[in-house]
């Protein structure tokens, strides 16, 4: 039953945007594939995660603000009762707020208590058999009862090809049941992102609980993310640098043909629209490729045709060199 707040450790009037940067950084410290010889690490990384889904549920939040429900979602039990409360049921009575009420209100010539709850609960006295005196009871309000509770979450990781995340392609899920689930990615996906499968979590009195499923975007050997672009150093020959033309290149969704200007030299930079990741609003962004002109290390044929070349200039002049 941890404060959710101290689990991520934000203030109660934490922002939903200083919650999410408190989670991403736990969530990448306690991730289980990387303490998989520390298992309290991975116990700490589900209550991370229990604590960032109650926080970031606005009603849940709200309810927890109140006292009306404990860090773990489930009802708050009034003034204490149950394990650890200050209420003790047993012998003549019950001692509540530190008042010791053996005795009272059960016999002839005690004082009738229910005007006491009634301004504790806002509710008319309610007595068995309607009448008053021996058998005065508590406010109608003492004894309404909760709504079960549901079963507790179940954290999942998910490890995502970088162009599968790219591209938004179905992920497939096994779960603890041992069922498998087809995941739909969401536009903008990344490290970190969360995704909940209502009632894939554990079986409850109110219903199952639900599967929260964080998504960890694998690196790719070449490609890399900027923002919502894609990143690429693609080489090229001496040749297709001097003469220019058409080169195959690679996308997150498959090659195609691009043009390389004559002339081109490294760290020149083309534009192809559309093929970086899908953002929230349905566009895509872009892939960037940057030309590295490949200079051969041992070609006797370059090496006999600038031995007699000039070298075209001093490249480094504006650089008053």
């Known amino acids: 039953m941890a404060d959710p707040y101290a689990t991520l450790g934000v203030a109660r009037g934490a922002s939903e945007a200083d919650i999410k940067k408190a989670y991403r950084k736990l969530a990448k410290e306690l991730h289980p594939d990387r303490n998989r010889d520390n298992p309290k690490a991975a116990e700490k990384f589900g209550q991370v ?22 860090g773990d979602g489930n009802p708050a039990a009034p003034f204490g009762f149950g394990a650890g409360g200050r209420g003790q049921p047993g012998g003549g009575g019950f001692r509540a707020e530190g008042f010791d009420m053996s005795g009272m209100g059960g016999g002839a010539g005690g004082p009738d208590m229910s005007d006491i709850f009634e301004g504790l609960f806002g509710g008319g006295r309610a007595r068995a058999g309607g009448g008053g005196g021996a058998g005065g009871g508590f406010a109608s309000g003492f004894g309404r009862r909760q709504p079960p509770a549901k079963g507790g979450n179940v954290a999942y990781s998910l490890r995502v090809p970088f162009t599968d995340a790219a591209t938004l392609a179905p992920q497939r899920v096994t779960l603890a049941s041992g069922s498998t689930i087809d995941l739909k990615l969401p536009a903008g996906v990344d490290t970190g992102t969360q995704m909940r499968l209502a009632g894939k979590g554990d079986d409850g009195p109110g219903g199952a609980g639900d599967a929260i499923v964080t998504i960890e975007v694998q690196p790719h050997r070449f490609f890399t993310r900027d923002g919502d672009d894609v990143r690429l150093d693609l ?11 058409k080169v195959k290149c690679p996308t997150v969704d498959k090659p195609v043909m691009i043009s390389v200007p004559t002339g081109a030299t490294s760290g020149k930079t083309l ?51």
């Open 49 to 70: 995660t229990s604590a960032y889904d109650l926080l970031t549920d606005k009603d849940k939040r709200a309810r927890f603000d109140r006292g009306e429900i404990d």
């Open 271 to 321: 534009r192809l629209k559309g093929k970086g990741f899908h953002r929230k609003g349905g566009e895509r962004g872009d892939q960037l490729v940057t030309l590295i002109v490949d200079v051969p290390a041992d070609d006797a044929a370059l090496k006999a045709f600038v031995a007699d070349w000039d070298g075209g200039g001093n490249p480094r002049a504006a650089m008053g060199v």
């Open 235 to 245: 080489p090229i020959t001496l040749k297709e640098a001097v003469e220019g033309g």
